[in-house]
């Protein structure tokens, strides 16, 4: 049932909660890891900390960056505990297993956990969907990263043991990481030429566009639409 679902591990440094993660998700039932230029993999004691989970990374996904491993996704959800200059969409765990049983978790979904140390950059996070966090106390948030996985999976096989789903507008043909990341690059070009973004001095603003945006979870018709408008207006400009 979570055959569209990938872990996204960004920069692991310790490959002991590499084989600790990929243990939490064969627990659930989840099989598809993908690392995002881990520090030290394979090694030894990923597999001995897999605890006979081997087999999840022996056919792990190493990617150079984020990017890459979020290729072809249409649901992408962030975890993270640190607060952030910029509000994002926000929910818990939970809400995030609901949101996902909801569409039979049919759409291709992305959970991306950052690096122990630091987390998730904005840059990676604006590539992001939703924001997701686990409820803590405020004043110790710090989870063990195998911890979080394991949280985030429970999740999800209860999400899907209940059968519980939300009322929510049915979404086909989301658009893919690909799409809308060639759509803010048209755009961003398209305030460039506009001189409306100062490419110098570009602050937050792409940022906040991506926040917009993300939130719509657009489809591949509404991408189309928008670069139409962004073509047109290019065709304008002196």
Known sequence: MFNRIRIVLVNPSHPGNIGAAARAMKNMGLNRLYLVAPEKFPHPEAIFRSAGADDILAQAVVTADLSQALSGCEYIYAASARAR??????????????????????????????????????????????????????????????????????????AW??????VKEERNNLATHEQLTRFYNHLESTLINLEYLNPSRPKLLMLRLHRLFNRAFLDSSEINILRGILTAINKKIP
């Open 161 to 166: 043991l209940s059968n519980q789903t939300l």
């Open 85 to 158: 200059r910029l509000d994002w969409p926000v929910c818990d765990v939970r809400q995030c297993a609901m949101q996902l049983a909801e569409n039979q978790f049919q759409h291709e979904t992305a959970l991306v956990f950052g690096r122990e140390s630091s987390g998730l950059t904005n840059e990676e996070l604006a590539l992001c969907h939703v924001h997701v966090s686990i409820p803590s106390e405020k004043e110790f948030k710090s989870l063990n990263l195998a911890a979080a996985v394991q949280i985030f999976t429970y999740e999800l096989r209860m």
